[in-house]
């Protein structure tokens, strides 16, 4: 079991510069892969979606790929001279044509070496494309072990809470035995106080009695609810993405209790049943986390 929540990094080294690789990962219900990486890296993103898609299933995935500029520092400052001679030339020309005075200062030099600054020395994608993916994969194998170790953290407390429930069903069953009888019993003893003549074996008195008893009767919910707790617990002892699953099992288990919540007659099986609910929906808020 692996949680949708993770991060992963590695470094690698390229030509003249250093770059960092992040991987990180939140809560979603399909997968989407997000790439922030300088310009000429963008063509990368397909590449990088394909490596994520082959080992995770479900989360919002976002890859950073930032260069660290201290090491390309020295190329980040190189200034294409012979276009600067051009453009002040060309600047020169233009004011004599339009009988501007021309000066040149310090001022101008350096606004046009901004505009002429050489492009990034970043390397070609081609040529840093198979240590991008070698780097890709290393922070994805650590995210990878992030998600399951907490995936793990997250199994426990939700077997424990799952545990509870189970043992709330437990109480409830106990709680609600006999009740039918008890409704029997005390609608004899109001007909024979009323001075009704009327026993047991009357029709109408168990025709009130099969109506009473039928709709008391939380038998199929509890078998229902028992074979829900039999998936749900295979599910958390399976190797393979269940998140989906324990979400739609989870639905079906609100569903059992608040029927039997709605039979109970005794205050003590709906309190029961109230406390299972709330039990289930932290179990629902731990299940959205998990892949």
């Given at each position: 079991?692996?949680?949708?929540?993770?991060?992963?990094?590695?470094?690698?080294?390229?030509?003249?510069?250093?770059?960092?690789?992040?991987?990180?990962?939140?809560?979603?219900?399909?997968?989407?892969?997000?790439?922030?990486?300088?310009?000429?890296?963008?063509?990368?993103?397909?590449?990088?979606?394909?490596?994520?898609?082959?080992?995770?299933?479900?989360?919002?995935i976002r890859i950073?790929?930032?260069?660290?500029?201290?090491?390309?520092?020295?190329?980040?400052?190189?200034?294409?001279?012979?276009?600067?001679?051009?453009?002040?030339?060309?600047?020169?020309?233009?004011?004599?044509?339009?009988?501007?005075?021309?000066?040149?200062?310090?001022?101008?030099?350096?606004?046009?070496?901004?505009?002429?600054?050489?492009?990034?020395?970043?390397?070609?994608?081609?040529?840093?494309?198979?240590?991008?993916?070698?780097?890709?994969?290393?922070?994805?194998?650590?995210?990878?072990?992030?998600?399951?170790?907490?995936?793990?953290?997250?199994?426990?407390?939700?077997?424990?809470?799952?545990?509870i429930v189970i043992?709330?069903?437990?109480?409830?069953?106990?709680?609600?035995?006999?009740?039918?009888?008890?409704?029997?019993?005390?609608?004899?003893?109001?007909?024979?106080?009323?001075?009704?003549?009327?026993?047991?074996?009357?029709?109408?008195?168990?025709?009130?009695?099969?109506?009473?008893?039928?709709?008391?009767?939380?038998?199929?919910?509890?078998?229902?609810?028992?074979?829900?707790?039999?998936?749900?617990?295979?599910?958390?002892?399976?190797?393979?993405?269940?998140?989906?699953?324990?979400?739609?099992?989870?639905?079906?288990?609100?569903?059992?209790?608040?029927?039997?919540?709605?039979?109970?007659?005794?205050?003590?099986?709906?309190?029961?049943?109230?406390?299972?609910?709330?039990?289930?929906?932290?179990?629902?808020?731990?299940?959205?986390?998990?892949?």
């Amino acid at each position: 079991m692996k949680s949708m929540t993770g991060y992963g990094q590695t470094t690698i080294d390229l030509a003249d510069c250093q770059a960092s690789i992040e991987i990180s990962s939140v809560n979603k219900k399909g997968l989407e892969v997000v790439l922030q990486a300088p310009k000429e890296w963008q063509a990368f993103e397909r590449t990088a979606q394909n490596l994520i898609r082959q080992k995770v299933e479900r989360g919002r995935i976002r890859i950073n790929l930032c260069v660290d500029s201290s090491l390309n520092q020295k190329s980040n400052h190189l200034w294409n001279e012979h276009a600067m001679d051009g453009e002040l030339d060309n600047l020169e020309k233009y004011c004599q044509s339009r009988n501007i005075p021309f000066v040149k200062s310090a001022e101008l030099v350096e606004r046009l070496a901004n505009s002429c600054r050489q492009e990034s020395h970043l390397p070609a994608l081609q040529s840093a494309e198979e240590k991008l993916i070698d780097g890709v994969s290393d922070a994805l194998e650590n995210l990878i072990s992030m998600r399951k170790e907490e995936g793990s953290l997250l199994k426990q407390d939700i077997s424990n809470r799952i545990g509870i429930v189970i043992s709330l069903v437990e109480q409830i069953k106990h709680a609600s035995e006999g009740v039918a009888e008890e409704w029997k019993n005390r609608l004899l003893k109001r007909l024979k106080e009323s001075g009704l003549e009327l026993d047991a074996s009357d029709d109408r008195v168990l025709k009130e009695f099969t109506i009473f008893a039928d709709k008391s009767d939380i038998s199929e919910e509890i078998t229902r609810i028992s074979s829900h707790f039999d998936q749900f617990q295979e599910c958390l002892s399976s190797d393979k993405p269940t998140g989906r699953k324990l979400e739609f099992i989870l639905q079906e288990l609100g569903r059992e209790f608040n029927t039997l919540g709605s039979k109970s007659v005794r205050p003590i099986c709906s309190e029961l049943a109230i406390n299972a609910k709330v039990e289930l929906e932290k179990i629902r808020e731990q299940v959205l986390n998990i892949e």
